[in-house]
């Protein structure tokens, strides 16, 4: 009996094992985590064909944004290829079509909110961190013919709390891409839509223990003063202890 029970115990810690490692079948977060029920009851119908070239090592990183995307639009309209290299990807010739810009903050960068409604087509987005993107653009010369757009900073800091940016302004993947495509076709549904499943994830984040974190650039500034009024109030310390 003693055994029995040995057993029937062994098999409830097995069963809990396993219900705590459940994971979403459609997000890949584990269950308790899930943001699918923040994304929007009816997917955005977006026009502009959006592909992601995505990091090998953002795909591995649970708290990515671009499957955010890729579920609250329409079926087929955003897509993900993965790699480094993407000269020899068997559809790179499909990023040659007219129509087809990359969304990249360089020195010939248009604001997407200049150019006429339907003149972009595909948007092909760079998802990693931003050196990662810095690099995936450097090292596939094909993107550097592409027109190149960005999107306007907004007013707002970024609703991704829970990692850093480099600067104020500076959004992640999902929200950067949604903004591009609100502004490529005039409309103002895209950006809400991922802005629901990105909060949500890091509700769940800071609740397990995460911070905010503050961009780069807000970080060292206030660093800077936290350094200023602490050598003021070392420096009254030392004349208060000489008089």
């Known amino acids: 009996m003693d055994n029995f029970n040995d057993l029937s115990q062994l098999f409830d810690m097995q069963e809990a094992v396993h219900i705590k490692r459940a994971t979403c079948g459609r997000c890949g977060r584990p269950s308790p985590t899930c943001w699918c029920p923040s994304l929007p009851r009816v997917p955005v119908d977006i026009a502009t064909k959006v592909i992601i070239l995505q990091h090998p090592f953002e795909e591995h990183r649970k708290l990515q944004t671009a499957r955010m995307l890729q579920l609250a639009a329409a079926p087929g309209r955003v897509e993900i290829w993965r790699g ?3 000269a ?3 559809r790179r010739r499909e990023l040659d079509s007219p129509g087809c810009a990359v969304l990249y903050p ?8 200049s150019l006429p409604r339907g003149s972009v087509t595909t948007l092909v987005v760079l998802d990693g961190t931003w050196q990662q993107a810095s690099g995936l653009h450097f090292h596939n010369d094909f993107l550097h013919k592409l027109p190149h757009i960005r999107v306007a900073a907004p007013n707002t800091p970024s609703a991704y709390v829970i990692r850093t940016q480099p600067d104020v302004g500076c959004l992640c993947t999902a929200e950067a891409a949604a903004l591009a495509v609100d502004a490529l076709e005039h409309r103002s549904d895209c950006l809400p839509a991922v802005l629901g499943p990105i909060e949500a ?7 397990w223990g995460a911070v905010p974190h503050a961009d780069k650039r807000t970080k060292k500034r206030l660093e800077a003063e936290a350094a200023v009024l602490a050598a003021a109030a070392e420096e009254d ?6 008089l």
């Open 201 to 207: 994830l890091c509700r769940h984040q800071l609740a």
């Open 88 to 90: 020899s990807h068997k």
């Open 237 to 242: 310390n030392q004349t208060g202890a000489g």
């Open 106 to 113: 360089s020195s010939d960068s248009v604001l997407a909110e």
């Open 84 to 86: 480094r290299h993407f």
